[in-house]
């Protein structure tokens, strides 16, 4: 799955907009920001990657972000 800055997500915090997407190490909250993300399928270890910031104020991993709705 690919994720864009703007993108609807589903999360456990429910439908939001993507704000911003940091490219981290594994564990941590900061990084390198990027426009887009592959964060290739449900399982996938690259989903460990990515921090992604939603416009309802929350943040989440990569591995946390369900589909795009």
């Given at each position: 799955m690919r994720i864009?800055?703007?993108d609807r997500v589903s999360t456990k915090?429910?439908?939001a907009s993507i704000v911003t997407i940091d490219?981290?190490?594994l564990g941590e909250k900061?990084?390198?920001e990027v426009f887009?993300?592959?964060l290739g399928s449900a399982s996938s270890i690259l989903r460990t990657k990515y921090v992604v910031d939603l416009d309802n104020g929350h943040w989440v991993y990569g591995t946390?972000?369900?589909e795009i709705a």
């Open positions: 864009r800055i703007g915090y429910g439908e490219e981290v190490k900061y990084g390198h887009e993300a592959n946390d972000i369900r």
